[in-house]
């Protein structure tokens, strides 16, 4: 939820599979074969449900602000919490927590509420799903709260700590098209913890002929930060209750592990591997005349399109109604901003309505503030038939330099309804970015 700059973050890489509520067991990679049964959370923790509801999102933000003993309303300067660093505990002194002691819900009461229909409503009457990553962002911190139980803090005095968003991994949809005036339900629980590291897995459901009908989920990478958010912060271990949450404990450290090997075989970090190559040469082949040796002289063949004629770039102004508790720009503005320009670029790309299916990488790798100006770009980086994956890059700019520092990076793979044109790199730095977006796109979707 709220940013800020660790150093072992990007270190944090990410493992994906395809939307796993559409594939046969036996394709599963076994690490994530837990995670489709784990769509819904386990029959005991479901069974706890209605003891820990946590009301509507508004009602969980004010919640928050509770416990972090912060005041509404807007202050360039944020009440000092330096006081509270003298109750962060010891880990030795925290006790252990079950998966159940964390799970909660929340309602967005979009039935009943018409001024909120109108923010998350698009003009088909559908759900603006990126309205819904900002509560994912929120809920998860929430959970995070739940997860923390301090014996030894005195009676008022409020929470001294911070979260913060590392990573968003893994959100994968279900075929359920979603209302813009229909409740929709958020719940989730820790799955995973760290020193002061915590996964929390967040469910959305909405309300259908009666009964919830599940729309997705996603996998979030929280820290826990001190008080004034300058150092980390122990949290609570996690017991497993039984043999799922074992199993379920088990692939969270899986996953931490596949996801530095990633991150050490990032295509910005080493060059391509042998059949990588071969695409490179084959792309070199194909938009290189063969009666000329002209330098850097290309050529782009039929029902193609270069990648540098395929992006949509937006310049945003923040303001301190898109602030966190500590006026940082909040995640989840980040990430329903990138969402929407995401959007954009692939329906002008295909031109044509695409449908959004699946988000992999949202990583977040410096705090952004409140009064930056944030340029967001979508590049069409690679396509499949009728698939284009998008690349996503946020960017904080200084007006008086012009200098400027990515800040976040989003993937998302979006399906049309026909064979869409093919997206060719022109340059090498192009062709690096074509091979980073084929690889999201196997690693999400698998082989097409």
Same mark, same amino acid.
């Given at each position: 939820?709220?940013?800020?700059?660790?150093?072992?973050?990007?270190? /944090? #890489?990410?493992?994906?599979?395809?939307?796993?509520?559409?594939?046969?067991?036996?394709? !599963?990679? +076994?690490?994530?074969?837990?995670?489709?049964?784990?769509?819904?959370?386990?029959?005991?923790?479901?069974?706890? +449900?209605?003891?820990?509801?946590?009301?509507?999102?508004?009602?969980?933000?004010?919640?928050?602000?509770?416990?972090? #003993?912060?005041?509404?309303?807007?202050?360039?300067?944020?009440?000092?919490?330096?006081?509270?660093?003298?109750?962060?505990?010891?880990?030795?002194?925290?006790?252990?927590?079950?998966?159940?002691?964390?799970?909660?819900?929340?309602?967005?009461?979009?039935?009943?509420?018409?001024?909120?229909?109108?923010?998350?409503?698009?003009?088909?009457?559908?759900?603006?799903?990126?309205?819904?990553?900002?509560?994912?962002?929120?809920?998860? +911190?929430?959970?995070?709260?739940?997860?923390?139980?301090?014996?030894?803090?005195?009676?008022?005095?409020?929470?001294?700590?911070?979260?913060?968003?590392?990573?968003?991994?893994?959100?994968?949809?279900?075929?359920?098209?979603?209302?813009?005036?229909?409740?929709?339900?958020?719940? #989730?629980?820790?799955? /995973?913890?760290?020193?002061?590291?915590?996964?929390?897995?967040?469910?959305?459901?909405?309300?259908?002929?009666?009964?919830? @009908?599940?729309?997705?989920?996603?996998?979030?990478?929280?820290?826990?930060?001190?008080?004034?958010?300058? #150092?980390?912060?122990?949290?609570?271990?996690?017991?497993?209750? =039984?043999?799922?949450?074992?199993?379920?404990?088990?692939?969270?450290?899986?996953?931490?592990?596949?996801?530095?090997?990633?991150?050490?075989?990032?295509?910005?970090?080493?060059?391509?591997?042998?059949?990588? @190559?071969?695409?490179?040469?084959?792309?070199?082949?194909?938009?290189?005349?063969?009666?000329?040796?002209?330098? =850097?002289?290309?050529?782009?063949?039929?029902?193609?399109?270069?990648?540098?004629?395929?992006?949509?770039?937006?310049?945003?102004?923040?303001?301190?109604?898109?602030?966190?508790?500590? =006026?940082?720009?909040?995640?989840?503005?980040?990430?329903?901003? +990138?969402?929407?320009?995401?959007?954009?670029?692939?329906?002008?790309?295909?031109?044509?309505?695409?449908?959004?299916?699946?988000?992999?990488?949202?990583?977040?790798?410096?705090?952004?503030?409140?009064?930056?100006?944030?340029?967001?770009?979508?590049? !069409? !980086?690679?396509?499949?038939? =009728?698939?284009?994956?998008?690349?996503?890059?946020?960017?904080?700019?200084?007006?008086?330099?012009?200098?400027?520092?990515?800040?976040?990076?989003?993937?998302?793979?979006?399906?049309?309804?026909?064979?869409?044109?093919?997206?060719?790199?022109?340059?090498?730095?192009?062709?690096?970015?074509?091979? @980073?977006?084929?690889?999201?796109?196997?690693?999400?979707?698998?082989?097409?």
């Amino acid at each position: 939820m709220m940013r800020s700059l660790i150093g072992a973050q990007k270190c /944090w #890489g990410l493992i994906r599979t395809r939307n796993f509520m559409e594939l046969p067991t036996k394709q !599963v990679p +076994a690490s994530f074969a837990l995670f489709k049964r784990h769509y819904s959370p386990p029959t005991h923790i479901k069974q706890s +449900a209605v003891a820990n509801e946590s009301g509507t999102m508004a009602e969980v933000k004010q919640g928050m602000m509770k416990r972090l #003993g912060l005041e509404p309303g807007y202050n360039p300067l944020p009440k000092s919490r330096e006081q509270l660093l003298k109750y962060q505990p010891k880990l030795e002194d925290l006790p252990p927590r079950a998966m159940q002691d964390s799970f909660t819900s929340a309602i967005i009461p979009l039935s009943t509420d018409r001024s909120l229909q109108d923010k998350y409503v698009t003009y088909l009457g559908n759900v603006r799903f990126g309205r819904l990553l900002e509560d994912m962002d929120l809920f998860a +911190a929430w959970c995070c709260h739940k997860h923390l139980v301090l014996p030894n803090l005195p009676e008022g005095v409020h929470l001294p700590y911070t979260f913060v968003t590392i990573l968003v991994d893994r959100i994968d949809f279900t075929n359920v098209l979603a209302s813009g005036t229909q409740d929709i339900r958020l719940s #989730g629980h820790v799955s /995973w913890v760290g020193t002061s590291s915590i996964e929390v897995v967040v469910w959305l459901e909405q309300m259908v002929g009666g009964r919830y @009908q599940k729309l997705t989920r996603a996998l979030f990478l929280m820290a826990a930060r001190n008080a004034n958010n300058t #150092g980390a912060a122990p949290v609570n271990p996690l017991q497993p209750a =039984n043999e799922e949450e074992k199993v379920i404990l088990a692939g969270g450290a899986d996953r931490k592990k596949k996801r530095q090997i990633l991150c050490a075989q990032s295509i910005f970090k080493v060059e391509p591997n042998d059949p990588e @190559q071969t695409i490179m040469y084959e792309l070199y082949k194909r938009t290189t005349p063969t009666n000329t040796l002209e330098l =850097n002289k290309r050529i782009l063949p039929p029902n193609c399109r270069w990648m540098e004629d395929s992006f949509q770039m937006s310049t945003i102004p923040s303001f301190p109604e898109h602030r966190n508790h500590h =006026n940082r720009v909040f995640g989840g503005f980040l990430m329903r901003s +990138a969402l929407e320009i995401s959007w954009a670029a692939a329906y002008l790309y295909c031109k044509t309505r695409p449908k959004l299916e699946h988000i992999s990488d949202i990583s977040f790798e410096k705090p952004v503030s409140v009064n930056s100006f944030i340029k967001m770009t979508a590049y !069409v !980086v690679y396509t499949k038939e =009728n698939y284009v994956q998008i690349m996503t890059v946020a960017d904080v700019m200084d007006p008086q330099t012009g200098s400027q520092v990515t800040t976040n990076t989003f993937y998302y793979t979006f399906s049309s309804p026909d064979t869409v044109t093919e997206v060719l790199p022109r340059s090498y730095h192009e062709t690096m970015w074509y091979i @980073q977006g084929r690889r999201k796109f196997e690693a999400s979707m698998g082989p097409v």
